[in-house]
């Protein structure tokens, strides 16, 4: 996948598909690809394909969607980390061939899509997205449900990332300004950005900002998965760089917000 960054910038959730099947081609690639897509918890995600007519799948906030996917991961800790981090790799994987996606949560009849996908007991199905080529041009409902949450805006750097303490804006430099704006333009659940980051000793320590909401047994907590997306983002951002790092779950014990919780740290060695 060429040109991150330029992926990351341009891709934006479709909800209005041309009705086409995906060639055969992408399809190749698109199920070659999930089956290498690793996440820094080896947690491991599978991926399904689920054709909407042989399954009778639809959703009310999409049109013309022929194909969907489905990710199952077994529910255990870091689990929805895991499932956001994975997810989003095909998510910019597909849009790098010129195919649309969006995170499907909660607008779906689930019990239908858990069948077609054969979730198991233990496992959950936090989301799906349609897989297909972007009609040319959005419906109507599409563009009035972008404008209801904002879907192109995002917060600015210095409510979302922290110098050593929470609140303490932090300014990116270097090579870092690149990965800091890959994380602030990720997508997330009704474009609520639930992801910080505080930069201490050199570790980028990245927290939950919780709304309430967005945890149940089908999914998970959403804003979790929002911040395996942001990670996701971040290293895959490092790797292009050509920077090595690791990926620990040890809590440096900074002082947050009681509506915060502790993620993950990245260590750029």
Known sequence: MNDLMEIIKGRKSV??????QLSNEHRKLLEEYMKGITNPFDIPVEFVLL???EHELSSPVLSGEQLYVAGKVDKKPYADVAFGFAFEKLVLYAWSLGIGTVWIGGTMKREVFEKAAAL????MMPCVSPLGYPA??????ETMMRKGIGADNRMPADRLFFHENWGSPLTPDGD???AMEMVRLSPS???????????KDGIYHFYEKKDKGYVS?????LQKIDVGIALCHFTMCL????????VSVSDPGIDIPQDAEYIASVRIL
């Open 217 to 221: 047994e089908s999914t998970g907590d």
């Open 176 to 178: 870092m300004t690149d």
């Open 120 to 123: 198991k007991a233990g496992e």
């Open 51 to 53: 054709d909407a007519k």
């Open 189 to 199: 659940a009704v474009n609520k950005q639930p992801w910080r980051i505080i930069l």
């Open 136 to 141: 040319p041009k959005r419906s109507l409902k």
């Open 15 to 20: 909800r209005t598909y041309n009705g086409e």
């Open 239 to 246: 790797e292009e760089q050509g920077k090595q790092y690791a």
